[in-house]
């Protein structure tokens, strides 16, 4: 399906990233978190809508929506941590605020670029 993190917490800072749909079969590797990216806009800045995420094990690239796609809850853990530890491209969110604020914030995002109801995610352990 795509390359995404299948685990935020290994315990040493890394988050464990699957290719379930590499070329020969799943494969996974670890990745430092400030290796995952928001898209880049065409006209400079960050784009809050997408994020992209290399596989460390065959370079492949994935590129997943605010929304989560077919993984919402992965996808949207991905995003609130990245929020938390970047702010929001938006500019309306800083960097280091707390999971529910990062919450609110990008469920906002969503219903508007997607539906209300497709964010999913409730709350998160940090
Ligand atoms: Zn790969
Ligand atoms: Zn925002």
Redo the contacts with the bound molecule.
Sequence with gaps: MS?FVSDFKPGDGTWTVT?DD?FGGS?EGSIAPTSVSFTAKVDGGNDYRAMVIT?P????VSTHPMGGGAQPFRVQEMFIRQLIRLGCPCGQMPAGRTPLLAIAHARQHVNALEFVGRWQLASMVP
């Design positions: 390359v290719h590499a494969h596989c094990v065959c370079g492949a």
